[in-house]
T-cell receptor, first 113, second 114 residues
Framework: GESVGLHLPTLSVQEGDNSIINCAYS??????FIWYKQESGKGPQFIID?????DKRQGQRVTVLLNKTVKHLSLQIAATQPGDSAVYFC????????????FGSGTQLTVLP | DGGITQSPKYLFRKEGQNVTLSCEQN?????MYWYRQDPGQGLRLIYY???????QKGDIAEGYSVSREKKESFPLTVTSAQKNPTAFYLC?????????????FGPGTRLTVL
């Protein structure tokens, strides 16, 4: 199947700064993308999603940007807080009735005091 | 209080034993999924079910079996044929309707083979 990859396995930011987590995908037919947050020992938690007919979507303190030309997805977290420390996964869904998700390997975000 | 529950949280198995991991959801979701997560890796799909009494193999189904006798429940059995079963197992569900791709996850079960 198609793969979804992340540019950086780890990211450290100062508390209060903005964080940007990147993701590359290779399936040009993918039409739906999700960001998940996973804290240690817990299941992934939905953060935000975006469909391929959009290039930007905002939530509370988070923004997802989609660049279909270069098949790139990013998650921006504003005013990063200690509670944001976690692994962040992007996932993509292509065509097909099963609507399976393909996950990247994740980026570990560490918020420094 | 709606959601997905998995039990047990931790499970220890001796080599050669089969074990069954429980997954229950009260979200009235049609589709359910089982993933395996190894350290530093993404989630890999084991099995999925889009409707009761039907399920499909995912990318790494060998050594695993499932059943879907009820909409709310999708248990996963890790058989003795699974050569490296130590991992974190995650169950997920979604409503299964058109345009509803978001999957919601349970808290996971950590399986360790002794």
């Amino acid at each position: 199947g198609e793969s979804v990859g992340l540019h950086l396995p780890t990211l450290s930011v100062q508390e209060g700064d903005n964080s940007i987590i990147n993701c590359a995908y290779s399936n040009s037919a993918s039409d739906y993308f999700i960001w998940y947050k996973q804290e240690s020992g817990k299941g992934p938690q939905f953060i935000i999603d975006i469909r391929s007919n959009m290039d930007k979507r905002q939530g509370q303190r988070v923004t997802v940007l989609l660049n279909k030309t270069v098949k790139h997805l990013s998650l921006q977290i504003a005013a990063t807080q200690p509670g944001d420390s976690a692994v962040y996964f992007c996932a993509e869904s292509g065509t097909g009735s099963a609507r399976q998700l393909t996950f990247g390997s994740g980026t570990q975000l560490t918020v420094l005091p | 209080d709606g959601g997905i529950t998995q039990s047990p949280k931790y499970l220890f198995r001796k080599e050669g034993q089969n074990v069954t991991l429980s997954c229950e959801q009260n979200l009235n979701h049609d589709a359910m999924y089982w993933y395996r997560q190894d350290p530093g890796q993404g989630l890999r799909l084991i099995y999925y079910s889009q409707i009761v009494n039907d399920f499909q193999k995912g990318d790494i189904a060998e050594g695993y079996s499932v059943s879907r006798e009820k909409k709310e429940s999708f248990p996963l059995t890790v058989t003795s044929a699974q050569k490296n079963p130590t991992a974190f197992y995650l169950c997920a569900s979604n409503s299964g309707g058109a345009g509803t791709d978001t999957q919601y996850f349970g808290p996971g079960t950590r399986l360790t083979v002794l």
